[in-house]
């Protein structure tokens, strides 16, 4: 059975306001495209302006998640929707950029109006055991 469902991240769906370290964006979901696809807008406008989009679906015929991910650096990373220590999260299932290193997205401490988002790297693989991760983005969400 498929630990995330089609809809694990209806919870993600809306306008949020984005706090990290002396920053904000503005991050936008919606659900598109007959209900199958969730479109992410995140505009950045402090401490610098950076613009992202990622295309989030739940595959049903391979039983998961999946997303890609592009933004105005011209960064390209494909995602698999995976467990972490109960999270709904998305993580690279190789290692990707010049670092050759996984990442992962998770998201925590879900409420209806709030959660906390966590942007992490390892050179580990996802699936080793006792794989060192290091947090290198963490966000506060807040619905608009």
């Known amino acids: 059975m498929d630990a995330l469902g089609p809809n694990t991240f209806d919870f993600w769906i809306g306008e949020w306001d984005c706090h990290f370290d002396g920053g904000h964006a503005v991050n936008t979901i919606t659900r598109e495209y007959g209900g199958k696809v969730l479109v992410e807008r995140f505009v950045a406008d402090s401490p610098q302006p950076f613009e992202g989009l990622s295309l989030s679906v739940h595959d049903e015929h391979l039983g998961g998640w999946r997303q890609t991910w592009v933004d ?35 998201f925590s401490d879900i409420t209806p109006d709030a959660f906390s988002w966590r942007w992490e790297s390892s050179p580990d693989g996802p699936d080793v055991e006792g794989a060192q991760w290091t947090v290198n983005w963490e966000i506060a969400y807040t619905r608009r």
């Open 72 to 106: 105005e650096g011209g960064s390209y990373w494909a995602f698999e929707g995976v467990l972490v220590n109960g999270d709904p999260s998305f993580a690279t299932p190789v290692p990707v950029d010049a670092g050759q290193v996984y990442k992962r997205m998770v």
